[in-house]
């Protein structure tokens, strides 16, 4: 069967080569040929091999799941993990069936979902992005907005207006560029926008000496991985008014203008 090296290293449970990979960009939603993704296999592989990776993030995960630290190799642990770092648990695979479902416990499944990003009530297959207002709730992805919707879907009040993705601004290219202006206060900056310090050290450590791929790989783990009503250019805007990091500032003005 056909599979990304991510793939493979999950399925055969290597954790250290997982998360090297994932440092050098690899896609976390690549899918196999059965339509299988790396959370479907990892839930389907009972223990992994630690192989020397930095385990601090994981024991983060195996405490937020209420597990005992031994667990921390453990399939959900590990897929836990990887949801952390833009893995979509609400893809389907050509059994029709997401991660997910792949989970027996269903306390487990209930808590594991409290960390995951909404899902779309439409189409239940994407991310929710679009806000409904006045009530707040993120009931639809960009493509099911486009649908008419007179109530929330979630709490039958009457919608007035929705706002879309406003990360739709942001992209890899904007994300390099600002990158190459952070310095020495790419760490600050992480910090800055809620980007955990174990994960900043990890990224230190897998692209030592090299601070413009440091900053990227930065910003690219808060766009993948945080709150969609956060990840805007109003926040990253603010966020580097905060740290005065005014060549950085000039930079997305300029690219974004």
């Known amino acids: 069967m056909e599979r ?19 440092a050098l960009g690899a896609n976390v939603n690549a899918v196999d040929g059965e339509g299988n993704s790396c959370l479907h296999l990892a839930m ?12 601090d993030l994981l024991n983060e995960c195996c405490t937020a799941l209420n597990l005992k630290i ?43 979902e409290t960390f995951l990003p909404p899902q779309c009530l439409w189409c239940r297959n994407k991310t929710a992005t679009i806000k409904f207002l006045p009530c707040g709730h993120f009931i639809t992805c960009e493509t099911c907005s486009k649908i008419s919707h007179k109530r929330c879907l979630k709490c039958g009040k009457l919608v007035t207006s929705r706002t879309g993705d406003e990360s739709v601004n942001l992209d890899e290219k904007l994300l390099h560029s600002v990158a190459k202006k952070l310095g020495n206060k790419w760490q600050q900056l992480g910090r800055e926008l809620g980007i ?56 997305l003005s300029l690219d974004t203008n």
């Open 196 to 251: 955990k310090q174990v994960d900043l050290n990890i990224i230190k450590s897998d692209f030592p000496n090299d601070t413009a791929e440091q900053s990227f790989q930065m910003l690219y783990k808060w766009f993948q991985c945080c709150d969609p009503a956060n990840r805007t250019l109003k926040t990253l805007t603010e966020a580097l008014k905060e740290i005065e990091c005014f060549d950085a500032l000039e930079r």
């Open 70 to 112: 031994e667990e921390r190799l453990s399939g959900i642990v590990v897929a836990r993990y990887l949801a952390s770092q833009g893995a979509d648990f609400h893809h389907k695979n050509n059994k029709n069936n997401t991660p997910l479902d792949l989970i027996k416990d269903p306390n487990l499944r209930k808590k594991l």
């Open 4 to 22: 990304t090296p991510l793939l493979e290293a999950v399925s055969r449970g290597h954790l250290g080569m997982t998360q090297k990979l994932i």
């Open 44 to 55: 389907a592989t009972k223990v992994f091999n630690s192989e020397d990776a930095p385990l």
